[in-house]
């Protein structure tokens, strides 16, 4: 019979595509939040870890460190805002973290960028780490707001304990002059920056080792 091996051929087609596993449908594009972690980590529901991107909210207590000022504020406030909320989610050109969390701008039904009002708000300062600057116009221009009305974190943050700082052109990082990390920057990349606040108006992030 000609057409017995066409069958089998077909058949063994299916058995290979039932034993294959689904592919991944990707990212979420909305999805309901389970917890908020702290200021800019949540749970999504399914349990999905979130990092909100672009922005760096002040650290819980943790390893016997006390929670940094307005740490508990900013927790609260990101789970008043989500709470009952379907996110819409979107991304950058980098999905995840090297903790595998997922990167995600967050916006509420209504259109609020989560991400600016935390910033906005004085709850978060804008960490940018390239490529992920889709935002970054906004996420600068609620921070500016935030430090001149001096809100929240910026009651303390333009405080400054040295006569100058060194930035990182390429990664947008304020150093202070002794930080090992300094030295390692390239020439070209290399500003002098006479203080904190100026820093921060253009979109500079404290070094998390020397935390100008």
């Not at 979107?90 to 960028?113: I, K, V």
């Not at 290399?190 to 500079?204: F, H, I, N, W």
Request: aromatic share 8%.
């Amino acid at each position: 019979m000609k057409w017995w091996p066409s069958l089998i051929s077909s058949l063994a087609v299916l058995a290979l595509v039932a034993g294959c596993p689904a592919q991944s449908a990707g990212p979420p594009r909305q999805a309901p939040v389970a917890r908020v972690i702290d200021g800019d980590t949540l749970v999504l529901g399914g349990g999905v870890r979130v990092r909100v991107l672009g922005i760096d909210a002040p650290e819980m207590e943790k390893d016997g460190q006390p929670a940094e000022f307005l740490a508990h504020k900013a927790k609260a406030v990101l789970s008043d805002l989500t709470r009952g909320q379907t996110l819409h989610l979107e991304y950058d050109r980098q999905r995840y973290d090297h903790y595998g969390r997922l990167l995600a701008y967050l916006f509420l039904s209504d259109g609020t960028f989560i991400n600016a009002e935390l910033v906005r708000q004085g709850l978060a300062r804008v960490y940018f780490h390239a490529p992920n600057e889709r935002y970054r116009d906004r996420l600068l221009a609620a921070q500016r707001e935030a430090l001149e009305a001096q809100r929240g974190v910026w009651r303390q943050l333009l405080k400054q304990d040295e006569p100058y700082y060194l930035g990182n052109r390429n990664t947008l990082r304020l150093h202070r002059p002794a930080c090992p990390l300094a030295a390692q920057m390239a020439p070209a990349h290399r500003v002098r920056l006479e203080s904190k606040k100026d820093a921060y108006l253009q979109g500079y992030s404290p070094c998390r080792s020397c935390k100008p």
